[in-house]
T-cell receptor, first 112, second 116 residues
């Protein structure tokens, strides 16, 4: 059974700092891994999708990496801004495509 | 317009009432899902559908039912609502494995349901 763990559970950083969010998964047989952002009481916004054959994806100040062999993914946020404050969720999709297993999330606060 | 639209956005209902949450999508995805989110428990899958005639139970389907009325519409019903069904409910769609759309999951904005 796939389990997804995110570390740290919460993170507070000053504006402008670069930061890394970590995600680990127990079953390396994933189809892809997706990072989401969730603002309080709101829906999930997809940030980056990494296929199992890929090593990383980039979008603006965000870079996500995937290492299936070690069961790890990281989300790198460059030059953080107060508007980046949110909960960040990683989720692994199984090889049959019918399950997306979420981590508990990292609550990020960027202080101005 | 949003790719995945959920109605209503908020709903307060009484114990024992029947309630339906609706979801429609313009992504062109075949696959649709219903999740609930509770503090400390994360997102859990209630039901999913890979096609109009396909319905599958997720990990917490008891007390819920679904209907896939069309490729773009998937509704969730609570036949007799109870307080522990108070949660944030999300509809999602996804591409098919190996299909021409490889864009992962797209979530709606959620329905906040309170059962009193």
């Amino acid at each position: 059974k796939q389990e997804v763990t995110q570390i740290p559970a919460a993170l507070s950083v000053p504006e402008g700092e670069n930061l890394v969010l970590n995600c680990s998964f127990t079953d390396s047989a994933i189809y892809n891994l997706q990072w989401f952002r969730q603002d309080p009481g709101k829906g999930l916004t997809s940030l980056l999708l990494i296929q199992s054959s890929q090593r990383e994806q980039t979008s603006g100040r965000l870079n996500a990496s995937l290492d299936k062999s070690s069961g790890r993914s990281t989300l790198y946020i460059a030059a953080s801004q107060p508007g980046d404050s949110a909960t960040y969720l990683c989720a692994g999709r199984n090889e049959y495509g019918n399950k997306l297993v979420f981590g508990a999330g990292t609550i990020l606060r960027v202080k101005s | 317009d949003a790719d995945v639209t959920q109605t209503p956005r908020n709903r307060i209902t009484k114990t024992g009432k029947r309630i339906m949450l609706e979801c429609s999508q313009t992504k062109g995805h075949d696959r649709m899902y219903w999740y609930r989110q509770d503090p400390g428990l994360g997102l859990r899958l209630i039901y999913y559908s890979f096609d109009v005639k396909d319905i599958n139970k997720g990990e917490i389907s008891d007390g819920y039912s679904v209907s896939r009325q069309a490729q773009a519409k998937f509704s969730l019903s609570l036949e007799s609502a109870i307080p522990n069904q108070t949660a944030l409910y999300f509809c999602a769609t996804s591409d098919s494995l190996g299909g021409h759309l490889q864009d992962g999951y797209t979530f709606g904005s959620g329905t906040r349901l309170t059962v009193v």
